[in-house]
């Protein structure tokens, strides 16, 4: 069993940065690939960025490339997501996950195990 709490969230304006931080509890972080995704208002969830148990692997959606970075650290049992250049569009509840199904991290919600409740970003115009 793995709990996840994620903080960092808030009202930022576009352009800003944030810093997204997912706690995990338990002594078995390092076996779980871990992934950001996020969901607005009416809209499917959304695969962000992931990473893999070693930290080696990273992952994004386009519409992050070159802005998010997604980082770990298994002495903390934390995974980060570093948000640059934000925009409106970026408004979301922002969810961590840790995942156990596939060797390599994946896209897909469904093979994610665990999940935290979220934290809010709005980036305001």
């Known amino acids: 069993q793995v709990q996840l709490v994620e903080s960092g969230g808030g009202l930022v304006q576009a352009g800003d940065s944030l810093r997204l931080s997912c706690a995990a509890s338990?002594?078995?972080?390092?076996?779980?690939?871990m992934g950001w995704f996020r969901q607005a208002p009416g809209k499917e969830r959304e695969f962000v960025a992931s990473?893999?148990?070693?930290?080696?692997?990273?992952a994004y959606t386009d519409s992050v490339k070159g802005r998010f970075t997604i980082s770990r650290d298994n002495v903390k049992n934390t995974v980060y997501l570093q948000m640059n250049s934000l925009r409106p569009e970026d408004t979301a509840v922002y969810l961590c996950?840790?995942?156990?199904?596939?060797?390599?991290?994946?896209?897909?919600?469904?093979?994610?195990?665990?999940w935290g409740q979220g934290t809010q970003v709005t980036v305001s115009s």
């Open positions: 990473i893999s148990r070693n930290g080696g692997t990273t």
């Open positions: 338990g002594r078995t972080f390092s076996s779980y690939y």
């Open positions: 996950a840790a995942g156990q199904t596939t060797f390599l991290p994946t896209r897909k919600p469904s093979l994610y195990n665990y």
